[in-house]
């Protein structure tokens, strides 16, 4: 079995705090499964020194406009890897363990593996309450209309380029995640979750579910992103 090329892409708006241990901790010697070829980090308009730490560890780095989205879709389009890794830039997520996501394609085994923090163990305040309602209420509605429940929404994954090519990708926002999910579930993929340990972000504030205000918006596109999906399956056929 040859060893698999792959591209880390991490998402970073302002993560100077982070960036640096996020790009160092990455399993750089990779295994017999894989080889760990580079680090994207995607600057999403960063106005701190989050672009020149994580040139200064060995990322390479790319810009892209405002919106998550946007910095997963530039990333996508600078990687070189057959196998992308999607991770955000605050620390959180555990990128030492990337063997456990990409493992199971490498071997061909799955076609999209999640990370799952509710599967897993996380920090005390790592995840918000609304955070984990937000996780439930996608899994439930998943279930109902799609036949597929899961467990989370972590943004730490594991694909394939030209899959992920596949899918058409829209969304340009916090939804990405969620899209990407949900056409996992459409196209038929053979889906795997596995538990993780989650950690408290290294220094910031999260864009998302920092207030109540961003939770709220969160729930929203969670909502805009569902009935979107929905119309363009219905669409398609």
Sequence with gaps: MSSVQVSVIVAALNEAESIGQVVSEMPWNGNDLFTLTECIVVDN????????????????????????????????????????VFADGDGADDVARLAELVGPIARGDADFVLASRTMGTREQGSMLPSQVLAGFVVGWLTR?????????????????????????????TYGWNLEMQLKAVTMGLRILEVPVH????????SKVSGNLRASWQT?????????RVRREMRGAR
Excluded: P
């Design 45 to 84: 308009g960063s106005t701190d020194a989050t672009a020149e730490i994580a040139t200064a560890v060995g990322a390479h780095v790319v810009r892209s406009q405002r919106g998550y989205g946007n910095a997963m879709w530039a990333g996508m389009q600078a990687a070189a890897g057959e196998l992308l």
């Design 144 to 172: 109902l209309f799609y036949g597929h429940r899961y467990s989370d929404m972590c943004a730490f994954r594991a694909i394939r380029k030209d899959v992920l090519g596949r899918m058409q990708m829209k969304e340009r």
């Design 198 to 205: 989650y950690r408290c972000r290294i220094g910031g504030v």
């Design 219 to 227: 729930v929203l596109k969670i909502i805009e992103v569902f009935h």
